[in-house]
Structure formats: C-alpha cells, structure tokens
C-alpha cells in the first residue's frame, strides 16, 4: 500500500510563504488525483487544493490566488502565499484511485492520507 510523507509545514507570521511538498512512496503505476486537506480544531477536514493526472486543478475559495498546487508524477506541493491566521490548521496530503505493486501482486488502493503537518500562522 501506499505511504504519503509531507514535509514542509512550521511557522510563520501574517503575510508570509510555506511550501509544502508530499511524496508517494512505493512502486507506484498511477495516482489519479493527489491533494492538500486541512482541519482546524474544532472543524471539520476540508479540501483546500486537488490536482489530477490530467493536470485539472481545484481550489477551496478561500485559497483562490493566494496558493497554488504542483504535481509531478507521485509528489505534489503547495506553495501558500499571503498566508493569514485563518490557515492555521493541520495540512493532510492526500491520494486518490493509486494503482501499484506490492511485490507480489498489482493493487488498487482508492483513499489515502498522509500523517499531516502542522500550519501555523501568527498575527
């Protein structure tokens, strides 16, 4: 099965950058969409960001010109700009419909998620 592995969160005040990156790992054939998820406390996960393999993208409104997706093959970024304490949230990087190898045989996994990162924003 696959493993997500983000990096990239941390700290950083009103009106700064973040990047952060998440890699596939495994011996992996295809990913259909691959994306950035966030939960506040107290909140629910949402989408923030989501590409696909045919390279259509998706943006929650309240990123809309403030952060962009990149996805090559099994990795994808964020880039956060002009970010705002209402950002702060974990970040959950996420894959969808992957197919691969597990050594023995070929599978087909339909949701997973990385283990988060932590975004905070000062004021």
């Known amino acids: 099965q696959v493993q997500l592995v983000e990096s990239g969160g941390g700290l950083v005040q009103a009106g700064g950058s973040l990047r952060l990156s998440c890699a596939a790992s495994?011996?992996?054939?295809?990913?259909?969409?691959m994306g950035w998820y966030r939960q506040a406390p107290g909140n629910e996960r949402e989408l923030v960001a989501r590409a696909t393999n045919g390279g259509s993208t998706d943006y929650a409104d309240s990123v809309k010109g403030r952060f962009t997706i990149s996805r090559d093959n099994a990795n994808v970024h964020l880039q956060m700009n002009s970010l705002k304490p209402e950002d702060t949230a974990v970040y959950f990087c996420?894959?969808?419909?992957?197919?691969?190898?597990?050594?023995?045989?070929?599978?087909?996994?339909?949701?997973?998620w990385g283990q988060g990162t932590q975004v905070t924003v000062s004021s």
């Open positions: 996420s894959a969808e419909r992957i197919t691969g190898w597990d050594g023995t045989r070929r599978y087909t996994q339909y949701k997973a």
């Open positions: 495994g011996r992996i054939f295809w990913i259909e969409t």
